[in-house]
């Protein structure tokens, strides 16, 4: 028998919500890590020529100066005009990139959220004990085993690359200057690419890890769901006494306007309907109060005491109850079957009043659709 307390539950949108807002979403720091590199090593294919050619052109000015720019203070100003200008260009272009690497790293899994709880100061987090949980628990072994997993690729791809390039690397001093430091950014520009590369292994099973931790750590007990959907709809006890106010609220306007109604139609014991209807208006009759058992008892008592007719007829007054809510016309269909009560309660009133003779019985089976009858 599974305990309440054990996180069973997969997370309810509140609590993905709430989790959002605190900063809680996964992240995968050697996804953010590998694209960096990766972006950075592509970065320096692109203008690593570029920035070398740049830096010898800056130290080729700045080494071959005159006596005269020596003595010279202003000289400091145009050299350094100098090297912005052959610098700038290749190192925004290569911070550039690093930079877009950095942004879509850190955002590609959980997206991009700014949260405020999460950059306040905690006590918690200056908890020892806490702490020493963290390193020694199943995310403490995990981050271990990664880096001992870097470690090794890392140092493998290492020797592969000084292998591969020993050579080429060996030779450099050979060539002709400045063609071989040319040669020797584009060698380290490979390497580098080739070691950050061995990064992706790594990543790609960091990223469903921390996706399977997040929502792990988001995973709720049964009692919690309870709990927040007890939270959210309202305490039973408290919504069964405001059904109940808003009850006897309904049941004090409906007591109220049964002596106003034109008829009262009857189940005859379970089921009353109060109808109004305006003559001279142009609407349907309307339900102003309907009631079941007791309270059907109840407005057949109210409405004897004031004299309002009550007519017997079980099939409508039960369609009516089902089909149409206080103060709401009766449905099209039922037209037929409420006018041919209406004009019985006039004739009847009109016999009473000593102005026609007594109508006939109301016919037991009225034009009632199959699809209303209960």
């Known amino acids: 028998m599974s305990d309440a307390n054990e996180k069973t539950e997969d997370p309810t949108s509140k609590k993905k919500s709430s989790a959002l807002k605190k900063g809680q979403i996964a992240r995968s720091r050697e996804l953010a890590t590998t694209l960096v590199l990766i972006g950075s090593a592509t970065a320096l294919l692109f203008v690593g020529k570029d920035i070398g050619m740049a830096l010898y052109r800056v130290m080729q000015r700045a080494f071959t100066l005159s006596r005269e720019e ?57 908890n020892p004990l806490k702490g020493l949980k963290r390193m020694f628990g199943i995310n403490g072994i995990v981050e271990l085993l990664k880096a001992l997993a870097k470690f090794v690729v890392v140092a493998f791809t290492t020797y592969f690359v000084l292998k591969m390039f020993m050579d080429e690397a060996l030779h450099l001093d050979m060539e002709l200057y400045p063609l071989n430091m040319i040669h020797a950014l584009e060698l380290l520009a490979w390497a580098f690419l080739i070691i950050c590369c061995s990064m992706i292994p790594i990543a ?83 339900v102003v109060a309907k009631g079941q058992d007791e309270m059907a008892m109840h407005i057949r008592k109210i409405a004897s005491a004031h004299g309002v007719p009550l007519v017997a007829s079980p099939m409508l007054a039960r369609a009516i109850y089902y089909s149409t809510e206080l103060d709401q016309s009766i449905p099209d269909k039922l037209f037929m079957a409420v006018a041919q009560v209406l004009a019985y309660v006039y004739q009847l009133k009109a016999w009473h009043g000593g102005k026609g003779r007594k109508p006939a019985p109301l016919k037991k089976d009225l034009p009632i659709p199959p699809e209303l009858r209960r």
């Open 70 to 126: 020596t003595y010279d203070f202003s000289h400091g100003f145009q050299l350094l005009d100098h090297t912005i200008s052959q610098v700038a260009g290749p190192v925004l272009f290569y911070m550039m990139i690093v930079l877009i690497a950095g942004v879509y790293g850190n955002t590609a899994l959980g997206g991009y959220n700014f949260a405020i709880d999460s950059a306040a100061p905690k006590a918690s987090k200056l």
């Open 204 to 286: 790609i099973f960091d990223v469903p890890y921390q996706k399977f931790k997040h929502e792990k750590e988001l995973k709720m007990s049964k009692q919690e769901v309870k709990d927040e959907r007890k939270n959210a709809e309202g305490d039973p006890q408290v919504k069964s006494r405001i059904r109940k106010l808003q009850f006897q609220a309904a049941a004090k306007r409906m007591m109220k306007a049964v002596p106003t109604a034109d008829v009262i139609v009857t189940n005859p014991t379970h089921f009353s309907v109060a109808l109004t209807y305006d003559q001279e208006g142009n609407r349907a009759p309307i």
